[in-house]
């Protein structure tokens, strides 16, 4: 079945600092591919998201590119804050009415 | 467009005992998914309601069932509640739930704790 496999955290940054967050995916057909991000005490928000191979999302100075050879939809943001501290989920989708998710990266951003 | 709204952000129950969670989707918005979250098991999918029909379910007991109203909310409910139903419930809804590039929009959870 379809899945989604995201780094484990927790990740440690400065602010400042250059962030990945890896995210692969194991998924039959042609799905879309989503990054959630979670703030403390509170449900989940679309960050970005991707339709088909090649697409980018950006959103907030956020990216990720959805590669299909490698099935792969890493985030990726140049200079993080302190605002970014969150925990961010990879997700699939496809028509069989869920969303599959990853199982989160906790992201700390000290000044 | 008001969001995603549930009631009631928390909760305290004891075993045995039974609780009903609701969920109001943004409206014009038909499909409602649930899901759990903890943090030993992420987030899992519960159930998915369209048009008051259950279209798919994950892997959960018996214990857990939902339903959907005319107007499109939703309700789920835990039965014999037990010390590892202690979780955040979240749900999300989306226009239909069959289109792949669709957004799911999350409410901010129910907090369920289990004495």
């Known amino acids: 079945g379809n899945s989604v496999t995201q780094m484990e955290g927790p990740v440690t940054l400065s602010e400042e600092a250059f962030l990945t967050i890896n995210c692969t995916y194991t998924?039959?057909?042609?799905?879309?591919l989503f990054w959630y991000v979670q703030y403390p005490g509170e449900g989940l928000q679309l960050l970005l998201k991707a339709t088909k191979a090649d697409d980018k999302g950006s959103n907030k100075g956020f990216e990720a590119t959805y590669r299909k050879e490698t099935t792969s939809f890493h985030l990726e943001k140049g200079s993080v804050q302190v605002s970014d501290s969150a925990v961010y989920f990879c997700a699939l989708s496809d028509r069989s009415f869920k969303t599959i998710f990853g199982a989160g990266t906790r992201l700390f951003v000290k000044a | 467009k008001a969001g995603v709204t549930q009631t009631p952000r928390y909760l305290i129950k004891t075993r045995g005992q039974q609780v009903t969670l609701s969920c109001s989707p943004i409206?014009?918005?038909?499909?409602v998914s649930w899901y759990q979250q903890t943090p030993g098991q992420g987030l899992q999918f519960l159930f998915e309601?369209?048009?008051?029909?259950?279209?798919n379910k994950g892997n959960f007991p018996g214990r857990f069932s939902g339903r959907q109203f005319s107007n499109s909310r939703s309700e789920m409910n835990v039965s014999t509640l037990e010390l590892g139903d202690s979780a955040l419930y979240l749900c999300?809804?989306?226009?239909?739930?069959?289109?792949?590039?669709?957004?799911?929009?999350f409410g901010p959870g129910t907090r369920l704790l289990v004495l």
């Open positions: 309601y369209f048009s008051e029909t259950q279209r």
């Open positions: 409206s014009g918005h038909r499909s």
């Open positions: 999300a809804s989306s226009l239909v739930g069959t289109d792949r590039e669709e957004t799911q929009y």
């Open positions: 998924a039959t057909g042609y799905p879309s």
